[in-house]
Structures are given as structure tokens and as C-alpha cells.
């Protein structure tokens, strides 16, 4: 295959690539270029990237293929492309945020995480655009500009992991890595039409990458199939002993769970929360078939009903700016103005919550939780909506101080509970609109396996973005 | 703006230590009274055992 012809096509699924390599069919070298050159050609559009790490990759590249030649391979991942979001540590790069403040800041280390890949033998090549901060929203008076959505440049990604929606979506690698603080992963993914797990609480390592809330955030894997964030969650899972939110629980087999199907597995649709969560009518209709198709492929659905999505937000709203505030205070009020306006503004109200407003919030936390586990004593998953509708246009994103909107996604960061966003179909503009599975605590493994189905059964990954620039 | 919130705000922003541009004022105390509706639900009545989601855990030594 020519350069040009590589650059022209997405990169394959990490699933297809390890395959490819294994057999000595395709080269990590070849893997890196192509990756890289798409970069190159798509990066003036969307916007995806901060910095490209070209030789750092080509030199990674080149020890994948020599490794793998001598017959060292480390596993499936080995040889193939990644990224990080620019709130991820990897040692020698900078470490921005997207930030004024950080322009600077140079990692000594490798995030748990980052660690964990290129271990694995994955390949870094380049480092993602973020809201600053995985806060605020699309901001123009940034040092890098918002990056753009694939299926229409005009249109938003979703954020904050909003480079990783992008670069995923454009096939500039297959995976990606966001936080999840309030559905950082899942909305970027859901309006990029891609795959987004915000794993469980503590099942993967927060260290040496930018907090915004101690007791919210999360981090994990946006790739292209169900399948491939199956096998970057064997290689991310697991107890970090010096991340303080860690949890030390035995890690499954995630790929060998995707084999068993949906057959008998009882999900619960909760369905009201659609209204109640002022979904669009393409996103429920879509919502509905999802869960004709599961219906289809064996499983029970059953309805089910979320306490009010307005006690979740007032959970998750004080809970967060109270302590991304604690993050900041310093910096708010000593240099507010490096900071982007919308940032600055949404940062700043957590400074005006009191103490007490914070432990009522922790109480209702425990509340809210108690009746979501209630719900898995008689439904394996649930099946909710993620998003309101398709991704709205960039410039008209909400940037007041108070977003008028509250996200959905915060449900289960309150709670705590795995969720997958994954697409469910495609709206009238053409963009992608997206479903979301929840499980227990700390089972990703059936929440993927439910994934898993549905998107073989659907087939909306054999679609994607006509981007213009290749 | 009655004045009463006008000056609930204002020591809002006083204890917050933060500082507000005259022209982003407005946004901001709007901003903030808006977020004070959505968390009225965290004044309903709870139970004394109710407690906080997050305590601290006692699994066995820290590194």
C-alpha cells in the first residue's frame, strides 16, 4: 500500500492491526507513518492534536518492529499508534491542560497509565486538545484552538476529551485517552460517534494525570470498536497503590467476556429518563431501537426508572466546582487572566459554595448511589441516553458561566457505575447520535460484552467521516 | 437586582477572594443565582444516618 493510500484511510481497528503485525503482514514503522502523515493532512481542519510527537513515534516505531522481529512481541497492542489527551504525563513531553498556565510544564515521568501503554508497546504520537483544564468548554482565547468534529468541522465534539473524540473519529488512531469527570470521555465520544468507557471508580489509575475533582474523576480508553476498548482496558486496568482513589480488585479477561453475547442477560431501558433528561426526538427513537435490537439478540428489557436527573446535577455540580475550585483558588486569584474566560468563570463559582452545601451533596451522593445498585439487583445493565441529540454547532456551544444545559453523563460519575457510550444510529445533519451502557461496579466486563453485541448486530462502525484534506 | 441579593453575591465574591470585571458582573451573579436553584434539593430533609459518600478508608497501610 503507498504512502498516499494509507494516509487516505482510516487507521485499522487495534484488534486488526495486531493481527496484521503478528503475522508480520503489517510493520509498526508503516503503522506510525501512516498515522502520522494523516495527522499532518487532518490537523489543520479538526484540530485534534497540541503537539505530534513524530520522531518520538518513528523511534518507538522502529524498536516495536525490531522487538517483534526477534520474537519479543509483548502482546496485541505492541507496535501500534496512540494518543493522549494533554492532561496525561508522559515523561520528556509537555504537560499543557490547553492551558496558558502550563505552557511549560514539562513531564518527568510517565502517568500510570501512559506507563501501562508503552509498556505494552504501544506507540505515543501526540498529545490531544482538551477544554482547558477538562473543564470550561471550546474556548477561542486559548494558546490552541478548540479542536473540531470529524463528520462536520462546523459542529462540536463534545468535550472535554475533545481531541481524543476527534482523532479516533478520523481514524488517526484507534485509541485514544480521555478523563471522565462529568462525562468528559462519553460526550466527546457520543458526538464524534466513537466508542467512550468511563470505567468504574478506582479501576483505573488517576497519577500523573491533571485533577479536576478528587472524588469524581476517572480516566479510560475512546477507540473505534467495543472490541478494541476491550483490549486497551486489559492493558489500563488495575490497582495503582499511589493513586489514593485505587481500588485493588482482580482484573478479568474483558476480550474473552465478548464472546458470550446477550442471551438471557436482563437490561434495564431507562426510558422516562429521556424526558426527564430533555432528550431530542431522534436520540430517543434511537434509544427505542437499541433496545429492539438487544430485545432481538435475547436480551429481557425491562423499564426502569432514575431517581431525578436534577438531584444527580445539584450532586455533581456542587461535588465538582467545590473541588476543582480547591484545585485552582490559588491561581484564580493570583493570575485569573491567563486562564480562558469561560474556564475562569465556571472555575470561579465553585468558590462561592459553603461547606455545607458540599457535605449535603456528599450525603445525596450516597442516596443517588444506594438507588442505582438497587436497580442491578434485577437488571445485569442499563441502557440510558448520554446525549440530548446530535453535536451542536462550535460556535454556538453554551459559554456562560452556568451551563443552561446539564450534562447527563454525570449520572454515573455521582454513582460511580461503569458506563460505555457508544453509537446508536445517526442523526438527519448526518452526526452521529449515541447510546450509553451502565453496569455494576467494577463489571466493565458485561457492560463491553453488552456493547459488543449490539454493535456487531448494528454495524454503525462500517460508517465513517468523508473528511476532505486526504 | 433587589439589594439583598445583590449583596449576598457580592460576599460571595468577597469570601471567594476572587475578582469579577465590571463587565462580566451581571453573567456572573446570574451565573451563581441560577446555581443556587439547582442545588435547593440539596436543603431536603435527610435522615441522621445519611452520611457522606466519601470517608476515608481504613483498607490497611498507604504508601
Known sequence: ?470 | MPDDRESEFAAAVRRAGVAIPAERWAAMREAYFSMQALLAVLDDPRAYEDEPAALPRYAGPQP
Open chain 1, 1 to 470: 500500500m503507498s504512502a498516499a493510500d494509507m494516509r487516505a484511510t482510516p487507521l485499522p481497528s487495534l484488534a486488526a492491526s495486531g493481527r496484521r503485525i503478528a503475522s508480520g503482514e503489517l510493520s509498526p514503522v508503516a503503522l506510525a507513518e501512516a498515522a502520522l502523515a494523516r495527522a499532518a493532512a487532518l490537523n489543520p481542519t479538526l484540530d485534534a492534536f497540541i503537539e505530534i510527537t513524530g520522531e518520538r513515534a518513528l523511534a518507538a516505531a522502529r524498536r516495536a518492529e525490531r522487538e517483534i522481529a526477534g520474537g519479543r512481541r509483548r502482546g496485541p497492542l505492541h507496535g501500534i499508534p496512540y494518543a493522549l489527551k494533554d492532561i496525561y504525563d508522559a515523561a520528556g513531553l509537555r504537560t499543557t491542560a490547553h492551558s496558558r498556565l502550563l505552557l511549560d510544564n514539562v513531564a518527568v515521568a510517565d502517568a500510570a497509565t501512559t506507563a501501562r501503554l508503552e509498556a505494552a508497546g504501544m506507540v505515543l504520537v501526540g498529545k490531544l486538545a482538551t477544554h482547558e483544564f477538562a473543564t470550561g468548554g471550546p474556548a477561542f482565547d486559548l494558546p490552541f484552538p478548540p479542536a473540531r468534529n470529524p463528520w462536520n468541522p462546523a459542529h462540536f465534539t463534545g468535550g472535554s476529551s475533545s481531541g481524543s473524540g476527534a482523532a479516533v473519529a478520523a481514524g488517526i488512531v484507534s485509541l485514544a485517552m480521555g478523563s471522565d469527570t462529568g462525562g468528559s470521555i462519553r460526550l466527546p465520544a457520543a458526538y464524534c460517534g466513537t466508542v467512550g468507557l468511563k470505567p468504574t471508580y478506582g479501576r483505573v489509575s488517576r497519577r500523573g494525570v491533571a485533577p479536576l475533582c478528587y472524588s469524581l474523576d476517572t480516566t479510560g480508553p475512546l477507540t473505534w470498536t467495543v472490541e478494541d476498548c476491550a483490549l486497551a482496558m486489559q492493558v489500563l486496568a488495575g490497582h495503582d497503590p499511589r493513586d489514593p482513589g485505587s481500588a485493588d480488585l482482580p482484573v478479568p479477561d474483558y476480550r474473552a467476556a465478548l464472546r458470550d453475547g446477550v442471551a438471557g442477560l436482563r437490561i434495564g431501558y431507562a426510558r422516562a429518563f429521556n424526558a426527564d433528561g430533555e432528550v431530542g426526538p431522534e436520540q430517543s427513537a434511537a434509544l427505542d431501537a437499541t433496545a429492539q435490537t438487544l430485545a432481538g439478540l435475547g436480551a429481557e428489557i425491562v423499564e426502569v426508572a432514575l431517581p431525578p436527573n436534577a438531584q444527580f446535577q445539584a450532586c455533581a455540580r456542587t461535588i465538582s466546582h467545590s473541588e476543582s475550585f480547591a484545585i485552582h483558588a490559588a491561581d484564580l486569584r493570583s493570575r485569573p487572566e491567563l486562564y480562558a474566560r469561560v474556564t475562569r468563570e465556571r472555575l470561579m463559582l465553585g468558590g462561592f459554595l459553603t461547606a455545607t452545601q458540599y457535605v449535603q451533596a456528599q450525603r445525596l451522593r450516597r442516596i443517588l448511589t444506594r438507588k442505582v445498585d438497587a436497580l442491578f439487583e434485577t437488571c445485569e445493565v442499563l441502557l440510558t441516553a448520554v446525549i440530548p441529540g446530535p453535536a451542536p454547532i462550535l460556535e454556538e456551544t453554551d459559554d456562560g458561566p452556568w451551563r443552561r444545559q446539564q450534562p447527563l453523563a454525570s449520572v454515573f460519575n455521582v454513582t460511580g457505575h461503569p458506563a460505555l457510550a457508544q453509537p446508536c444510529g445517526f442523526a438527519g445533519n448526518g452526526l452521529p447520535l449515541s447510546a450509553q451502557f451502565v453496569g455494576r461496579h467494577f463489571d466493565e466486563a458485561t457492560v463491553l460484552r453488552v456493547g459488543h453485541a449490539y454493535e456487531r448486530s448494528a454495524g454503525w462502525t462500517e460508517r465513517r467521516p468523508a473528511l476532505a484534506g486526504l
